[in-house]
Antibody, heavy 118, light 111 residues
Framework: EAQLVESGGGLVQPGGSLRLSCAAS????????MNWVRQAPGKGLEWISY????????KYADSVKGRFTISRDNAKNTLYLQMNSLRDEDTAVYYC???????????WGQGTLVTVSS | QSALTQPASVSGSPGQSITISCTGT?????????VSWYQQHPGKAPKVMIY???NRPSGVSNRFSGSKSGNTASLTISGLQPEDEADYYC???????????FGGGTKLTVL
């Protein structure tokens, strides 16, 4: 069974940095594109970043472009999200999810909470 | 870019059917058959219920069905059960800078 497990969340001050990880198991990680999706407390879902399997194709939402960097290590079956210049509005649960450029997000990880506050 | 438009809440009694609408534009729902629906219980990760407008992943009950007409997609749940009570989100591929756009979510209450 395909499974994703995020880690790395926590409390960080505005302007700070954090790196999230997403460990994959139960499928051939290196053959699949991956994404990060976030959900602010009590709010809806927001797609924020995509990386292809190779990983030559990368996309970002305008809200994080220039501040966040997505990457992957196929040898370690792990997806990353480097978050810099964090703002209050980046406070959210961050989910990793498997998906190509189109189609369904499936599966999702359990999420990791990032809180940006002084 | 604005989120897809969903009703904030819907409700129904056990055994009844309900429909949740999801309205977008010609940049997303209206032009692509890449609409998905996700179910999210409190404190849990979303789970895909419908993808590519009307396809059901294996393991998802056939009580869940999806359709699309113009810029509006719909999720129908028939034979409502208490465990269907959750938040539901639609999403669509978009031709704008954003790869995927989500709806604001609909809270389903099973009375």
């Amino acid at each position: 069974e395909a499974q994703l497990v995020e880690s790395g969340g926590g409390l960080v001050q505005p302007g700070g940095s954090l790196r999230l990880s997403c460990a994959a198991s139960g499928f051939t990680f290196g053959s699949h594109s991956m994404n990060w999706v976030r959900q602010a407390p009590g709010k809806g879902l927001e797609w924020i970043s995509y990386i292809s399997s190779d990983p030559n194709n990368i996309k970002y939402a305008d809200s994080v472009k220039g501040r966040f960097t997505i990457s992957r290590d196929n040898a370690k079956n792990t997806l990353y999200l480097q978050m810099n210049s964090l703002r209050d509005e980046d406070t959210a649960v961050y989910y990793c999810a498997r998906r190509a450029l189109v189609g369904k997000f499936d599966p999702w990880g359990q999420g990791t909470l990032v809180t940006v506050s002084s | 870019q604005s989120a897809l438009t969903q009703p904030a809440s819907v409700s129904g009694s056990p055994g009844q059917s309900i429909t949740i609408s999801c309205t977008g534009t010609s940049n997303d729902v209206g032009s692509y058959n890449y609409v998905s629906w996700y179910q999210q219980h409190p404190g849990k990760a979303p789970k895909v219920m419908i993808y590519d407008v009307s396809n059901r992943p294996s393991g998802v009950s056939n009580r869940f069905s999806g359709s699309k007409s113009g810029n509006t997609a719909s999720l129908t749940i028939s034979g409502l059960q208490p465990e269907d009570e959750a938040d539901y989100y639609c999403s669509s591929y978009t031709s704008t800078n954003t790869l995927e756009i989500f709806g604001g979510g609909t809270k389903l209450t099973v009375l």
